[in-house]
């Protein structure tokens, strides 16, 4: 084998594909100035410029060889100077082991295109212009590359330290500050004469000042590298900026408690793109099955919802509508409250409000206060139909007996000049007596209507006990049974007048409407909850028809002595099967 690699007229190196030396011939212990066993201790990396190691490949493999043709490279002597030569390579194989077999050969015939002064007068004058890039430039000598020149704009942002470096390798710019990154894309473009664009990070020369910066490297021939470097900091900034707004504007969109529906103009119709988990939670799991449906297709039952939408877009401004509309994926019917607002260019924004509950509660409150103008009204009438009453009872009753006993008293005042018999005068003092204790009955029975007395001296238990004594003997033909399993102490003082009125009203009910025969009267507590109920087997009736009758005012009325004293009304009935009124207190509240 060192027979025929000194036949061969250049300098010849055979590696291992491991890089190590295993054969070469004279030329080349004479080209690279080593001993033959000097030469065999050498790897690959050893004879080439110090410059270079921090980019040399790894293993021999036949893709990163030349295959034969000759390339200009540069190589290292023993001495360490460094030259220029043509450099060929090519994997062969000897005895069934891979090697490399590389051909070196220089010749004063031989040397590096000629400089180029076109090329080097317009690269002068791009360094010279105001220009907006900071541009360098790499010119390789003797091996390594270094910088031999700048534009004013680079020694504006390196603060005039850009001249201290003039003439120095790319290593001693770069190398030395740790940044062999960019060493190694330098030497790369060179080598591929290619170009390389990166972005990267660069302090300009001034400690502290980390700039982002966009960076294009591009090979000049014959021997030159051109650096044009944007300052991209403010625009990296406003784009994160930017981002971080997008970012806040979708999770805004995604999270609003308001369903949201994006729509896009398409072809004369909109195609819905997007939504948030509002919507979904409103309309359903599966409305991603939506996505990309058309307005004309999913609205077809609802013309005024296209319509609405067309001149929202049209008209670029913002319309609203109220309407009623049966959920697609559950089926639910809902009222809706929905606005269109236009998004240039050709988006339009569906905010969607769902207000069933709302108008249900309108409707509930309109109906409370014409039930409250209804109890109002009742209120005077029965008002003034008690002072009639009472005024009535006044002068029918105790007016009568006060009279009788005014004319009785002054007759016997006019007699006493004459000698009356003694029994004569006892009976009539016997009967202005009398006179005076149905007067006292009466004035009695008229107290006890406007608040039995007996609430007040022997509590709620005993005056239910009263009530319905007095009661049965008006309508023997209704049948009460009562079950009371609480203590008059138990029974807060305020909630007693409400017990006693309800059941009043309940029981006056029963008899003018219900046609009943048995009621159940039932009062317990149970934890801090006191329960009372009115129960009967009568004909019941709709509550839809509560507000049509007087009956309903009654109960009316019971539902706000109630609601006034924080208990919670239920009334429960239905045609046939009789009415049951339950009222529950919490006495902790």
């Not at 120095?168 to 790369?188: A, C, K, L, P």
């Not at 006493?416 to 009976?427: A, C, I, W």
């Not at 239910?464 to 004594?469: D, G, M, P, T």
Request: aromatic letters at 8%; proline letters at 3%; hydrophobic letters at 35%.
């Amino acid at each position: 084998m060192p027979l025929l690699l000194n036949e061969l007229p250049v300098a010849v190196v055979l590696y291992r594909d491991d890089g190590a030396v295993s054969d070469c011939n004279d030329t080349a212990l004479r080209l690279f100035g080593y001993s033959r066993r000097e030469m065999t201790e050498l790897r690959h990396s050893d004879l080439l410029p110090r410059i270079f190691l921090k980019i040399t490949q790894g293993p021999f493999t036949r893709e990163n060889t030349t295959n034969g043709e000759f390339i200009w490279v540069c190589r290292r002597r023993k001495d360490g100077t460094v030259f220029q030569c043509e450099q060929s390579s090519k994997m062969i194989t000897l005895d069934g082991q891979d090697f490399c077999l590389m051909c070196y050969r220089q010749s004063d015939s031989l040397s590096m295109p000629e400089r180029n002064p076109s090329i080097e007068s317009k690269i002068s004058r791009v360094l010279t212009l105001d220009n907006p890039f900071c541009i360098q430039t790499w010119q390789e000598i003797n091996g390594e590359l270094h910088l031999i020149g700048f534009n004013p704009t680079l020694e504006e942002y390196t603060v005039g330290k850009i001249r201290d470096y003039t003439g120095r390798t790319v290593h001693e710019f770069y190398g030395q500050r740790g940044r062999m990154d960019v060493v190694d894309s330098i030497y790369e473009v060179y080598r591929n004469r290619g170009m390389l664009r990166i972005e990267t990070f660069c302090d300009f020369l001034v400690t502290g000042n980390e700039r982002h910066v966009d960076t294009v490297s591009f090979f000049v021939p014959p021997n030159m590298v051109v650096q044009y470097i944007e300052d991209i900091t403010e625009q990296r900034k406003a784009l994160l900026s930017l981002k971080e707004s997008e970012e806040r504007f979708k999770a805004l969109f995604l999270g609003s408690p308001i369903p949201v529906m994006t729509w896009r103009h398409s072809e004369n119709d909109f195609v819905l793109i997007e939504y948030n988990y509002a919507l979904q939670k409103l309309a359903g799991e599966k409305v991603s099955d939506l996505l990309g449906a058309g307005c004309s297709q999913l609205f077809r039952d609802y013309p005024g919802i296209i319509g609405d939408m067309r001149r929202c877009f049209e008209e670029k401004t913002i319309v609203h509508r109220n309407t009623k509309f049966r959920m697609m994926l559950s089926g639910e019917e809902k009222l809706l409250a929905v606005t269109f607002a236009y998004v240039p260019n050709d988006l339009v924004l569906t905010h969607i409000h769902d207000i069933t509950d709302q108008k249900k509660a309108e409707d509930e409150l309109i109906r409370y206060q014409q039930e409250l103008s209804n109890l109002y009204e009742k209120h005077l009438d029965i008002l003034e139909h008690e002072r009639k009453r009472i005024s009535q009872e006044l002068h029918d009753g105790i007016g009568q007996y006060l009279s009788t006993i005014k004319v009785s008293t002054e007759n016997l005042l006019a007699s006493s000049s004459s000698k009356l018999d003694r029994e004569k005068l006892e009976e009539r003092l016997r009967s202005n007596i009398a006179l005076l204790k149905e007067a006292i009955i009466d004035v009695s029975r008229v107290s006890m209507d406007l608040r039995p007395s007996i609430l007040d001296d022997l509590g709620l238990i005993a005056t239910i006990n009263w009530f319905l004594r007095e009661y049965g003997k008006v309508y023997k033909d209704i049948k009460v049974e009562k079950d009371i399993r609480v203590e008059d102490s138990e029974i807060p003082q305020k909630i007693k007048i409400v017990v006693f009125r309800v059941l009043q009203e309940s029981m006056n009910n029963i008899a003018a409407h219900s046609k009943a025969s048995l009621v159940r009267i039932a009062m317990h507590k149970e934890g801090d909850a006191l329960e009372f109920s009115v129960a009967d087997n009568g004909r019941g009736f709709d509550l839809t028809d509560l507000q049509k009758s007087r009956c309903g005012l009654g109960i009316a009325g019971m539902r706000e002595r109630v609601t006034f004293s924080q208990g919670r009304f239920c009334i429960e009935s239905s045609r046939g099967k009789g009415t049951v009124i339950r009222i529950t207190w919490h006495l902790a509240l």
